[in-house]
């Protein structure tokens, strides 16, 4: 884990030693072409409310990242470059913001190295350059915070019932997301919408997600509850 992505207060849950077994199962096999791609994104409100993060003005769903459904570290010896992705930068700054660290290319640098580094054993994406850039383009042929706000799922205060978000996502992109909440405190009954997972075939074709698979090790995001009413936070 990324000490700085990870909560000091968190005691060790037995999902993340899981998480932590099958990275080091997948660690010692020789690793296999992938898949799946998983296109994940975050609400920052919602990751904030979480986290110590350094600036709240992010008013957008931001990338997490890209992420290959065939393990983890791939290839440790491939160290993220910033130079390799000049041209990025600016897209990368505002698109794939580091919420925590704003001025560290740290959280590339942690994504490059667990999910790049796996994610490159397909021609396509065996550079830094063609991995970076592809999850960009994707990011924005989803365009996932326009396609809330056509159907008016805004940030508010007002509660949603997550069937309504799941309906318009599933509706308009064709497939099945993934899609996270951050559970309540003890004394709300309200989840708050966190993070949206969009899946691809390796053509890069849309493609269903499985509720069941999951990256998200030390994060307090959680399968939404159908059943709660969601909170979608305001800046
Ligand atoms: C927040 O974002 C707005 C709009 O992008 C900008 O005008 C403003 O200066 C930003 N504030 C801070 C504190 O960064
Ligand atoms: C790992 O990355 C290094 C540096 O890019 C490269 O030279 C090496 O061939 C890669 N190893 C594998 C197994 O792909
Ligand atoms: C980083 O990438 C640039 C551009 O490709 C290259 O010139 C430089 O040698 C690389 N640095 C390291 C430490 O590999």
Not at 32 to 37: A, F, G, N, S
Not at 38 to 58: A, G, K, Q, Y
Not at 72 to 83: L, T
């Amino acid at each position: 884990m990324l000490p700085h992505r990870t909560n000091s207060s968190m005691s060790l849950s037995s999902p993340l030693l899981l998480f932590l077994a099958a990275v080091s199962a997948f660690a010692m096999s020789p690793p296999h072409m992938w898949t799946k791609l998983i296109l994940t994104h975050h609400w920052p409100m919602t990751f904030c409310s979480m986290e110590s993060c350094h600036h709240l003005n992010v008013s957008y769903w931001t990338l997490h990242g890209l992420w290959p459904d065939n393990g983890a570290v791939c290839n440790a010896s491939w160290h993220f470059n910033s130079s390799e992705i000049e041209d990025l930068l600016p897209d990368m700054e505002r698109s794939w913001p580091d919420l925590l660290k704003p001025a560290s290319d740290g959280f590339w640098k942690y994504e490059w190295s667990k999910h790049g580094t796996c994610a490159a054993q397909a021609p396509a994406l065996n550079s830094q350059h063609k991995y970076f850039s592809k999850a960009l383009e994707l990011y924005h042929k989803v365009d996932f915070d326009s396609t809330l706000r056509k159907f008016n799922i805004v940030p508010s205060q007002d509660y949603y019932k997550f069937s309504q978000i799941e309906a318009v996502v599933e509706n308009f992109y064709g497939v099945k997301p993934k899609i996270q909440c951050v559970q309540p405190s003890k004394n709300t009954d309200v989840q708050a919408l966190g993070q949206v997972e969009i899946c691809f075939s390796p053509d890069f074709s849309l493609l269903d997600c499985e509720k069941e698979i999951s990256f998200t090790g030390a994060s307090g995001f959680r399968v939404c509850n159908p059943d709660m009413p969601v909170y979608y936070p305001p800046l």
